[in-house]
């Protein structure tokens, strides 16, 4: 992979997805390759608009002659797990490019947006050699702050029709946002988002004013603005005092998703393995034990260290 073979990243792609059982000896090695790569995270409400979005930044950075990785995270198949709106197919016109990766994940359930998978694969693609990953993200909403922890510059993509979203989410909606796109601008009701957004942005921006840019993306209206405020807030995040204590706090948040996810993983095998968890399970299916004392006695069996 490190080479620069395709099949040899799409195959670790499928090892992270699948959790494969030396994946943590193999992000170890590649890790150390990452960190170049400039990461855009684009999230909002479904039917937004941001995979023709993602579409028209593809083709750009492509005219900057820029090698672009791109993760659309998917809504999980419930019976597979997989990903099943397929973004892949919607980005055709990149399919012949070698410079240009898709991959599709499941969010697998993850309330934040992300699948525990998308920051291994956005690490491969960053060691690959990307200069670009665009991160597609299901939805938004005021849990849904993990691709904070993964992109350098997050952009909220909304709609004329998103004023009510506006009105609940407020300060919560600016955790999220570096940069806010009002898409769809030729519909009744841009201009009030788009003037509630610049409200929105004068009493919550702090050191950043978060922009707001309208577009169109099915006719590539605003993308090139959206591209110069992208550039903006790159170079802000360079000079900005704050940004290593952010990268810090990236760092041990990863750390903790990892560790967390390991530990998870280690003991629900571990259990399952084990004689008290076939009697907990025997116990549950007679409905001998309910769910919360049966969970209470897996967890009296740990053995805490203080």
């Not at 490190?2 to 792609?13: S, T």
């Not at 973004?87 to 359930?109: K, P, Q, Y």
């Not at 525990?116 to 670009?132: E, I, K």
């Amino acid at each position: 992979m490190l080479k620069g073979d395709k099949r040899a990243l799409a195959r670790l792609m499928t090892y992270v997805d699948n959790r494969h059982e030396d994946l943590m000896k193999i992000m170890s090695e590649v890790y150390g390759h990452a960190g170049c790569a400039y990461r855009i995270g684009i999230t909002g409400p479904p039917g937004a608009g941001k995979s023709t979005l993602v579409d028209k930044l593809i083709k750009h950075f492509r005219g900057q002659n820029k090698k672009v990785g791109v993760v659309a995270i998917d809504p999980s198949s419930p019976f597979t797990g997989g990903a099943v709106l397929g973004d892949r197919i919607r980005m055709m016109d990149h399919s012949s490019d070698e410079d240009v990766f898709i991959r599709s994940l499941g969010s697998r359930g993850s309330h934040g947006g992300l699948s525990r998978a998308t920051r291994d694969v956005v690490c491969l693609m960053d060691a690959f050699g990307f200069d670009t990953i665009l991160i597609e993200t299901v939805g938004v909403g005021q849990t849904e702050l993990d691709i904070m922890a993964v992109a350098h510059s997050t952009v909220v993509v909304l709609v004329p029709e998103a004023g009510d979203t506006i009105q609940t989410m407020k300060a919560g909606l600016m955790e999220i946002a570096d940069i806010f796109v009002v898409n769809k601008a030729d519909r009744e009701g841009a201009d009030r988002i788009y003037g509630e957004l610049l409200t929105l942005s004068d009493m919550y921006s702090s050191r950043w004013k978060v922009p707001v840019v309208k577009t169109e993306a099915v006719n590539s209206k605003g993308i090139v603005e959206l591209l110069r405020v992208l550039s903006n807030h790159a170079e802000f995040m360079k000079g900005n005092p704050d940004s290593h204590e952010h990268a810090q706090k990236i760092l041990e948040e990863e750390c903790l998703d990892i560790f967390l996810s390991e530990v998870h993983s280690s003991l629900a095998s571990r259990f399952k393995k084990g004689g008290a968890y076939n009697t907990i399970h025997a116990g549950l299916v007679d409905r001998h034990v309910n769910p919360y004392r049966a969970a209470g006695e897996l967890l009296g069996r740990l053995q805490w260290k203080k």
